[in-house]
């Protein structure tokens, strides 16, 4: 009888053991990144002030990630920033007319090995400046082609009309 209840407890023992599922966690695949474009020449973001935009980072989902790091780095000032998220998107006030690059950490389960996405980069373009060149003048007087005599003081009297949308004529 004592063989038979060792042999029952070594047989549960080990269809419980067989019938576990294996507990090591699964790593996250990397994300692919969407915005802001690889190479964009003049990225706007939104605008929030004169010397910075919003700049709204979005990558697919990665599989198996719970979270995500995202790193964007100045390349003028090779300074780095790492911000996190739980989703595919992040938003984030950069300095404008400067280049950056970005990349997305995908971090799964404890245990998981983090996986890291390619590395694209942009420019942040500055707030336009509209400035428009004046009207060409309009001759007043001498008439063109006419023969001009200077003055008693030797002097020639030149008169143009000159416009400009800006008003900004110098």
């Known amino acids: ?11 549960t023992f080990l269809m419980n053991s067989c019938s576990q599922e294996d507990s090591t966690p699964l ?5 692919s990144l969407i915005s802001p474009a690889n190479e964009e020449t003049c990225f706007d973001g939104n605008s929030i002030n004169d010397s910075q935009s919003n700049v709204d980072f979005r990558w697919s989902p990665a599989i198996n ?3 995500y790091e995202l790193l964007v780095t100045n390349l003028l000032t090779l300074t780095s920033q790492t911000f996190t998220s739980v989703t595919n998107q992040i938003t984030i006030a950069l300095n404008k007319t400067e280049p950056y690059s970005w990349s997305v950490k995908s971090i799964g389960e404890v245990g998981s090995v983090p996986s890291q996405s390619i590395e694209w980069k942009f420019y942040l373009a500055g707030d336009a400046i509209v ?13 063109s082609g006419a023969n001009v005599t200077p003055d008693i003081n030797n002097l ?6 000159a416009s400009d949308v800006d008003e900004d004529i110098v």
């Open 1 to 11: 009888m004592k063989k038979v209840i060792l042999l029952i407890g070594i047989f």
């Open 27 to 31: 790593n996250p695949s990397a994300a």
């Open 65 to 67: 990630a719970l979270s």
């Open 131 to 143: 400035n428009y060149a004046p009207f060409p003048p309009e001759l007043i007087s001498p008439p």
């Open 156 to 161: 020639i009297t030149l008169s143009w009309n």
